[in-house]
């Protein structure tokens, strides 16, 4: 695939700085990630190269796959390894990892998807691990500025199914599956980081 057919994510570029910001912290201990839903891939090969420590796992669902080889191929990394398909409705991979970290998903994917998202955790989450999602959220049910309250109506008329999620709804099924809130970070373009961290005994 040549440079110019490579898939693009705008938004990859212009809000990666402030995610990596958080993840050098936050992965600073951890040793493999597995990333939920890569996209383009351009995230992956950012992030990875610059924190050597870990193995970043990427993986998107098979019509996805071809994308995110292709920017795996252009700027290959070391700890960056080739993605997995993995649709979260279907059987997922058996893996092993300290944390899941998925960016400007959960509002593209049907309700009844991000509930079996979280219920998928626990098959590949070590007990103690974290769950990272990156991406516009409604807190006490109120948007987070008046450009999500547009961004979501976009969605609904593009894909009724999809929307931006409550956090206290993500909250319980984050519970659901054994894990508690530990940060709420607030981000540049009214987008959020959150973080759940499984329970040590589940």
Not at 76 to 100: F, H
């Amino acid at each position: 695939m040549s440079e110019s057919l490579l898939p693009d994510a705008p938004s990859c570029v212009r809000n990666r700085e402030p995610i990596l910001g958080h993840l050098r912290r936050l992965l600073a201990n951890s040793r493999k990630v597995l990333e939920v839903g890569s996209g383009t891939g351009q995230h992956a090969v950012y992030f990875a190269p610059q924190l050597p420590q870990l193995t970043w796992q990427t993986s998107e669902r098979v019509d996805m796959l071809p994308g995110v080889r292709a920017w795996l191929e252009k700027q290959p990394a070391q700890n960056l390894r080739p993605p997995l398909a993995l649709d979260v409705d279907k059987d997922w991979p058996e893996l092993n990892v300290d944390t899941v970290f998925t960016a400007n998903t959960l509002h593209i994917m049907s309700r009844g998807s991000v509930q079996r998202f979280f219920h998928k955790l626990h098959s590949v989450l070590q007990p103690g691990g974290q769950l990272i999602v990156y991406g516009p959220m409604k807190i006490d049910g109120v948007f987070v500025g008046p450009s999500n309250a547009d961004f979501d109506l976009w969605l609904k008329e593009r894909d009724p199914a999809s929307g931006i999620r409550d956090l206290e709804w993500l909250d319980k099924l984050a519970d659901d599956a054994g894990m508690q809130r530990e940060e709420l970070n607030y981000l540049p373009a009214n987008n959020q980081l959150v973080v759940w961290r499984k329970n040590d005994n589940k």
